[in-house]
């Protein structure tokens, strides 16, 4: 898609991390902005310093694992500004261990937020641009870990699995129809950003009675490697340049990390050639 000046693009899990940072590039490029986020004092705060950024931004509060929440975000959204051109799913969890020792309660949260988040965004904003029938891109936040095999986070790893399917197939369909509307799948592997506290913004009712338990040595040691490579991990301001690049250049996949390639590569191998996963850490 040309992106152009006045465009309006709406960011769910905008208020931090990488949302913030393709907000920021969003007002640099002088698009109007809807910043869509659960987690309400760092929404406005993150609105207000891109409005001081010269950016015109609505901030919505809004849980994206709620159908009615989302279509209340496309409805304020197409409300305000009239079209919607460049939607970013991007609001996502981490959490859960293996699969059999993740409650009830973490598949529920992670899939809620990570796959439905992503369904919901589809099912409330692509009707619109096909009514409006102007250029528009759909970018889903999936993750390198929805390409490749790996041990632990049995929910986080399904979902962006799930992700990128998703988008696959919102690709290919809309090829069929001749859309005027481009799909990207966004999966970066370490990014400095608040994604090892998700429980921050984990709902009341899908708490678990007794958090970590059930976890395994293997969890623990991960759930820590995994803090300290999120910690030193790439700047989001780096990811959002490279996403809006991928948008220009019409490509699906953005791939931001191209050193994770030959872990991608393992996987499909092991799939060709009929040998097993392998745990690439
Ligand atoms: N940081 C990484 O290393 C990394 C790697 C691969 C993929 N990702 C993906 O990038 C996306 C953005 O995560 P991040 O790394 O910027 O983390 P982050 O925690 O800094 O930002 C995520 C944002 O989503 C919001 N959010 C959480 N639950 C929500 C909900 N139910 N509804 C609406 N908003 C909600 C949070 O408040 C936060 O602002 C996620 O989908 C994540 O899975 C991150």
Request: net charge negative; proline share 4%.
């Amino acid at each position: 898609m040309d992106v152009a000046a006045g465009q309006v693009a709406v960011i769910t899990g905008g208020a931090a991390g990488i949302g913030r940072s393709l907000a920021k590039q969003c007002v640099a490029e002088d698009m109007r902005v809807v910043l869509a986020d659960v987690e309400s004092d760092v929404l406005v705060a993150t609105a207000a310093a891109l409005r001081e950024q010269g950016g015109e931004v609505l901030e919505f509060v809004c849980d994206v694992s709620d159908a009615d929440q989302v279509e209340a975000l496309a409805q304020a959204a197409i409300g305000r500004f009239g079209a919607v051109h460049l939607l970013f799913n991007n609001a996502g969890v981490s959490g859960g261990m293996n699969s059999w020792a993740s409650t009830l309660n973490d598949w529920h949260w992670v899939i809620g937020v990570n796959l439905m988040g992503v369904v919901h965004g589809i099912r409330s904003f692509v009707p619109h641009m096909l009514a409006h029938g102007e250029a528009a891109h759909i970018v889903n936040t999936a993750s390198i870990a929805g390409l490749i095999s790996g041990s632990s986070m049995a929910a986080y790893r399904t979902t962006k699995h799930a992700v990128v399917a998703l988008s696959e197939t919102l690709y290919l369909d809309l090829q069929r129809q001749e859309a005027p509307i481009g799909v990207s799948v966004l999966c970066p592997a370490w990014v400095r950003t608040g994604i090892a506290e998700s429980g921050r913004n984990r709902p009341n009712n899908l708490q678990n009675a007794t958090p970590g338990a059930g976890f395994t040595a293997h969890d623990v040691t991960k759930a820590g490697a995994v803090q300290q490579l999120v910690a030193n991990g790439t700047d989001p301001d780096d990811v959002a340049h490279k996403t809006f690049d991928a948008i220009r250049a019409g490509q699906f996949y953005i791939l931001p990390h191209p050193e994770m390639k030959p872990v991608v590569s393992l996987r499909m191998k092991s799939v060709l050639n009929g040998t097993n996963p392998v745990d690439p850490w």
